[in-house]
Protein backbone atom coordinates (compact mmCIF):
# COMPACT_ATOMS: atom_id res chain seq x y z
CA UNK A 1 0.00 0.00 0.00
CA UNK A 2 2.85 2.36 0.02
CA UNK A 3 4.84 1.74 -2.68
CA UNK A 4 6.33 4.95 -4.22
CA UNK A 5 9.45 3.89 -5.71
CA UNK A 6 10.82 1.27 -8.33
CA UNK A 7 14.26 0.13 -7.34
CA UNK A 8 16.22 -1.00 -10.20
CA UNK A 9 19.06 -3.08 -10.09
CA UNK A 10 21.97 -4.18 -12.25
CA UNK A 11 24.00 -7.35 -13.19
CA UNK A 12 27.20 -4.98 -12.36
CA UNK A 13 25.82 -4.34 -8.68
CA UNK A 14 24.48 -0.89 -9.65
CA UNK A 15 21.39 -0.13 -8.06
CA UNK A 16 19.01 3.31 -7.62
CA UNK A 17 15.68 3.89 -6.98
CA UNK A 18 13.09 6.65 -8.90
CA UNK A 19 9.83 7.69 -7.80
CA UNK A 20 6.96 5.52 -9.32
CA UNK A 21 4.36 8.07 -9.74
CA UNK A 22 6.87 9.96 -11.77
CA UNK A 23 8.10 7.24 -13.82
CA UNK A 24 4.39 6.39 -14.68
CA UNK A 25 4.00 10.35 -15.78
CA UNK A 26 7.03 10.14 -17.47
CA UNK A 27 6.05 7.23 -19.97
CA UNK A 28 9.35 5.49 -18.83
CA UNK A 29 10.25 2.35 -21.17
CA UNK A 30 11.84 -0.95 -20.22
CA UNK A 31 13.84 -2.14 -23.48
CA UNK A 32 14.72 -5.22 -24.21
CA UNK A 33 15.35 -4.92 -27.90
CA UNK A 34 16.78 -2.91 -30.26
CA UNK A 35 16.00 -2.59 -34.13
CA UNK A 36 14.09 -6.10 -33.92
CA UNK A 37 16.99 -7.79 -31.73
CA UNK A 38 18.25 -8.60 -28.14
CA UNK A 39 19.48 -5.45 -26.50
CA UNK A 40 23.38 -5.51 -26.97
CA UNK A 41 25.36 -5.69 -24.21
CA UNK A 42 26.60 -1.84 -24.32
CA UNK A 43 23.27 -0.99 -24.14
CA UNK A 44 21.75 -2.65 -21.26
CA UNK A 45 21.46 -6.30 -22.12
CA UNK A 46 18.78 -7.85 -20.97
CA UNK A 47 16.72 -5.03 -19.93
CA UNK A 48 17.61 -1.12 -19.44
CA UNK A 49 15.50 1.50 -18.19
CA UNK A 50 14.59 4.78 -20.51
CA UNK A 51 13.69 7.82 -18.18
CA UNK A 52 12.16 10.50 -20.11
CA UNK A 53 13.13 13.77 -18.55
CA UNK A 54 15.92 12.54 -16.48
CA UNK A 55 20.44 12.50 -16.46
CA UNK A 56 21.12 9.07 -18.19
CA UNK A 57 22.53 7.82 -14.73
CA UNK A 58 19.12 7.36 -13.78
CA UNK A 59 18.34 5.16 -16.82
CA UNK A 60 19.19 2.29 -15.31
CA UNK A 61 21.56 -0.64 -17.68
CA UNK A 62 21.97 -4.24 -17.48
CA UNK A 63 18.84 -4.73 -14.74
CA UNK A 64 18.53 -7.84 -13.59
CA UNK A 65 16.08 -7.03 -10.84
CA UNK A 66 13.03 -4.71 -10.26
CA UNK A 67 11.50 -3.86 -6.91
CA UNK A 68 8.55 -1.91 -5.31
CA UNK A 69 9.95 0.43 -2.46
CA UNK A 70 8.06 2.72 -0.07
CA UNK A 71 11.20 4.44 0.23
CA UNK A 72 13.94 5.99 -1.83
CA UNK A 73 17.16 3.74 -2.37
CA UNK A 74 20.28 6.22 -2.52
CA UNK A 75 22.51 5.21 -5.41
CA UNK A 76 26.19 5.10 -7.01
CA UNK A 77 25.50 8.67 -7.42
CA UNK A 78 23.26 10.04 -5.02
CA UNK A 79 25.50 8.42 -2.12
CA UNK A 80 28.23 11.38 -3.21
CA UNK A 81 25.72 13.94 -3.34
CA UNK A 82 24.30 14.45 -6.66
CA UNK A 83 21.12 15.51 -7.93
CA UNK A 84 18.37 13.20 -8.71
CA UNK A 85 15.92 14.98 -9.61
CA UNK A 86 14.16 15.77 -13.48
CA UNK A 87 16.28 17.59 -16.20
CA UNK A 88 16.30 21.90 -16.18
CA UNK A 89 15.09 23.82 -18.99
CA UNK A 90 17.73 24.51 -21.32
CA UNK A 91 18.54 26.41 -24.24
CA UNK A 92 21.39 26.80 -26.43
CA UNK A 93 22.41 29.32 -29.51
CA UNK A 94 23.85 27.17 -32.41
CA UNK A 95 24.05 29.91 -34.98
CA UNK A 96 26.21 32.08 -35.27
CA UNK A 97 28.50 30.85 -32.76
CA UNK A 98 31.14 32.67 -30.25
CA UNK A 99 33.06 35.74 -31.69
CA UNK A 100 31.37 35.61 -35.06
CA UNK A 101 31.36 38.55 -37.24
CA UNK A 102 28.23 39.68 -38.75
CA UNK A 103 27.63 42.49 -41.36
CA UNK A 104 25.99 46.05 -40.16
CA UNK A 105 23.08 46.64 -41.74
CA UNK A 106 21.58 42.84 -42.90
CA UNK A 107 19.40 40.51 -41.65
CA UNK A 108 21.16 37.92 -39.64
CA UNK A 109 19.48 34.43 -39.04
CA UNK A 110 19.59 33.23 -35.46
CA UNK A 111 18.64 29.48 -33.99
CA UNK A 112 19.31 26.81 -31.80
CA UNK A 113 17.30 24.49 -29.20
CA UNK A 114 15.22 24.37 -25.92
CA UNK A 115 14.30 21.54 -23.65
CA UNK A 116 12.21 21.37 -20.81
CA UNK A 117 12.10 17.39 -20.19
CA UNK A 118 8.68 15.77 -20.18
CA UNK A 119 7.51 19.46 -19.43
CA UNK A 120 8.10 21.11 -23.29
CA UNK A 121 8.83 24.53 -24.19
CA UNK A 122 6.39 27.04 -24.29
CA UNK A 123 8.36 30.43 -24.98
CA UNK A 124 11.95 30.81 -26.08
CA UNK A 125 13.17 34.31 -26.06
CA UNK A 126 16.41 36.53 -27.44
CA UNK A 127 18.25 39.40 -26.29
CA UNK A 128 20.82 41.25 -27.96
CA UNK A 129 22.30 43.51 -25.06
CA UNK A 130 22.79 40.78 -22.76
CA UNK A 131 19.58 40.20 -21.33
CA UNK A 132 18.64 44.05 -20.98
CA UNK A 133 15.98 43.43 -23.88
CA UNK A 134 13.81 40.19 -24.69
CA UNK A 135 12.30 39.13 -28.18
CA UNK A 136 9.96 36.49 -28.49
CA UNK A 137 11.54 33.66 -31.08
CA UNK A 138 9.23 31.34 -33.48
CA UNK A 139 9.99 27.83 -33.14
CA UNK A 140 8.67 24.67 -34.68
CA UNK A 141 5.95 22.48 -33.25
CA UNK A 142 8.34 19.12 -31.47
CA UNK A 143 7.61 15.40 -32.48
CA UNK A 144 6.55 15.49 -29.03
CA UNK A 145 6.42 16.76 -25.06
CA UNK A 146 9.76 15.09 -24.74
CA UNK A 147 12.04 16.30 -27.52
CA UNK A 148 14.10 19.64 -28.58
CA UNK A 149 12.45 22.55 -29.83
CA UNK A 150 14.27 24.22 -32.52
CA UNK A 151 13.54 27.87 -32.59
CA UNK A 152 14.76 30.75 -35.19
CA UNK A 153 14.76 34.31 -34.71
CA UNK A 154 16.21 37.19 -37.54
CA UNK A 155 18.01 39.66 -36.44
CA UNK A 156 19.07 43.32 -38.11
CA UNK A 157 22.15 44.64 -36.17
CA UNK A 158 21.31 48.56 -35.82
CA UNK A 159 25.02 49.64 -36.21
CA UNK A 160 28.20 48.23 -36.00
CA UNK A 161 30.15 47.56 -32.41
CA UNK A 162 30.14 44.72 -30.07
CA UNK A 163 26.87 42.52 -28.42
CA UNK A 164 26.10 40.03 -26.62
CA UNK A 165 23.62 37.46 -27.63
CA UNK A 166 21.42 35.78 -25.08
CA UNK A 167 18.37 32.90 -25.28
CA UNK A 168 16.44 32.12 -22.64
CA UNK A 169 13.21 29.45 -22.23
CA UNK A 170 10.27 28.96 -20.60
CA UNK A 171 9.00 25.13 -20.09
CA UNK A 172 5.74 24.05 -20.72
CA UNK A 173 4.60 24.22 -16.71
CA UNK A 174 5.34 27.78 -16.88
CA UNK A 175 8.70 27.56 -15.56
CA UNK A 176 11.79 30.07 -16.40
CA UNK A 177 14.78 28.54 -17.52
CA UNK A 178 17.58 28.68 -14.38
CA UNK A 179 19.22 31.92 -14.65
CA UNK A 180 22.55 31.71 -12.43
CA UNK A 181 25.47 29.93 -13.92
CA UNK A 182 26.33 26.90 -12.01
CA UNK A 183 28.20 23.77 -12.92
CA UNK A 184 27.88 20.38 -13.50
CA UNK A 185 29.09 18.79 -10.46
CA UNK A 186 27.07 17.78 -8.57
CA UNK A 187 23.38 19.31 -9.07
CA UNK A 188 24.25 19.64 -12.88
CA UNK A 189 24.72 22.89 -14.71
CA UNK A 190 22.13 25.97 -15.36
CA UNK A 191 22.48 29.38 -16.35
CA UNK A 192 21.80 31.22 -19.71
CA UNK A 193 23.84 30.30 -23.02
CA UNK A 194 25.57 33.70 -23.87
CA UNK A 195 27.06 34.69 -27.40
CA UNK A 196 29.38 37.69 -27.96
CA UNK A 197 29.26 38.77 -31.50
CA UNK A 198 31.14 41.79 -33.51
CA UNK A 199 28.99 43.74 -35.93
CA UNK A 200 30.66 45.92 -38.79
Avoid at 23 to 49: I, Q, S
Avoid at 79 to 91: A, C, D, K, N, V
Wanted: glycine letters at 14%; zero cysteines.
Amino acid sequence: PGASQVVFTGADGYVSSLPLADLLAAGTLLAYEMNGVPLPDRHGFPLRAIVPGRFGEQSAKWITRLEIADHPIKGFYQEQGWYSGPLYTISRIDNPGKHAKLPVGQTVHLNGIAFGGTRGIQLVELSTDNGASWHPARFQAPQSSQTWVLWNWDWTPPAAGAYTLVVRATDGAGGAQITTDRGTVPDGGTGLHRVPVTVG
